[in-house]
Each structure stands twice: as C-alpha cells, then as structure tokens.
C-alpha cells in the first residue's frame, strides 16, 4: 500500500524554536509538496520539489524553508516558529507522469 | 492561485445524488481535473480524474462540459460518511508544476 509519512501529528512548539517537520514517501515519487491548511482559507502551497536538492518556492514560502537530501524525504523547516505558524501541516507525493497526489495525515503544529 | 473555483458549501440529503460543481474556465488543452476529498482531520484522498469525457469509477463519476471550462462531481447515493471537504483541481499530465487547491467545497450529508 502506497504511503507518505509525516514524523509527527501533533506538536507544540514555543515562540523562536526551530522546528522540524518530516516527510517520507515509499513510491519512488519525484514530486514532494508541502501545504499548510487553516480554517476558510483550504490548501496553501509553501513549497515544492521535483528533484533531489531542487526546490521550489509555493504561494506562500516565507518562513519557511525546505530540504530534500534523498529522493523519498522532504522536511519542512521553520527557522523561528512564530504562533502565525499555528496551522496543520500536510505532505503530499506525485510522479510528474500522470497520477494521483498522495497525501499524509498532516501534522498539527501549535506555536505558544 | 488556484486556477478553480468551487462554492464554499453545499448540503445533500442521505441517498440522493450529490453534485459538486467547478469552474475551471483557463483550463488548457492537456490539463487534467482531478478530484481530491478531505474527511476531517485526515489527509486529502483522490477520487477520479479526466481529460474530456466522462469518468465513473467506484467511487463517483465525473462529468466535464464540452468547453472543458466547467465540470461536476457526482456521488450517486450519498451516505454520512461522504460529509467532507472536497477540492478540484487542474494539472498537465507532465512535468514538474506547483500544484495549488482552493478552498473547496464543504459537502454535509444530512439524515
């Protein structure tokens, strides 16, 4: 069964912390995103990659930053969690070559 | 930006059909539309997508108009357990593109 993987559920963080949010994927997929999603406002892009060590910069990168070390591993990085970073967190995986998006379960991040 | 709209909410009695629209009017020649579902606290699903012609799967069906401007989701016999939020999007079949949702529409099945 297809899978995508984020380390944690539910985390909470303190002001000026740096945290860390991990993906892993076991479908060789070259694709890798990271959405942020809060209430009224649906899915926003943070960032993607379509390659090891390749980056993009979504809708809304800043914040943020991202690394892709190997294929199937994607984190997200908050360099200094601000509480405006309070927001569940979801991953999502897909080949370039037609098919679906694969997401996790996300990853619900409080700032204090 | 997203490149769909959908309406923010709909309601739809247990049993019947429910039918969940989308524009997608700057939709190009080889984008796809690919349906996606959110049930509360879980990640967003696939359900179906297509090119031009109509697609049923086990799940739903999807209808895309002519113009490809415009398409609508069908689940045929709605039951409590298809109260979600659902998102339409579009993407080309190739290539590496940022894939970006709206805000979706939250469907709520109702006894």
């Known amino acids: 069964d297809v899978k995508v993987t984020q380390s944690s559920r539910y985390l909470v963080k303190r002001t000026g912390e740096k945290v860390f949010l991990e993906c892993v994927q076991d479908?060789?997929?070259?694709?890798m995103f990271w959405y942020r999603q809060d209430p009224g406002l649906g899915l926003r892009l943070i960032y993607f990659?379509?390659?090891?060590?390749?980056?993009e910069k979504g809708d809304i990168p800043e914040g943020y930053s991202v690394s892709r070390e190997k294929k199937e591993r994607f984190s997200l990085i908050l360099e200094s969690a601000s509480t405006n970073q309070t927001s569940m967190y979801l991953c999502?995986?897909?080949?370039?070559?037609?098919?679906?998006?694969?997401f996790g379960e996300g990853s619900r991040l409080t700032v204090l | 930006d997203a490149k769909t709209t959908q309406p923010p909410s709909m309601d739809c009695a247990e049993g019947r059909a429910a039918n969940l629209p989308c524009n997608h009017s700057?939709?190009?020649?080889?984008?796809?539309v690919y349906w996606y579902r959110q049930i509360h606290s879980q990640g967003p699903q696939y359900i179906i997508h297509?090119?031009?012609n109509n697609e049923t799967n086990e799940m739903a069906s999807l209808i895309i108009t002519e113009d490809r401007k415009s398409s609508t989701l069908i689940l045929p016999h709605a039951t409590l357990r298809d109260t979600a939020v659902y998102y339409c999007?579009?993407?080309?079949?190739?290539?590496?593109?940022?894939?970006?949702f709206g805000t979706g529409t939250r469907l709520t099945i109702i006894p």
């Open positions: 999502a995986s897909h080949s370039p070559y037609i098919g679906e998006l694969f």
């Open positions: 479908m060789d997929h070259e694709n």
């Open positions: 990659s379509y390659d090891v060590k390749m980056k």
């Open positions: 700057t939709i190009s020649g080889n984008e796809y």
């Open positions: 297509g090119l031009k």
């Open positions: 999007i579009v993407r080309a079949p190739f290539g590496n593109e940022k894939l970006t």
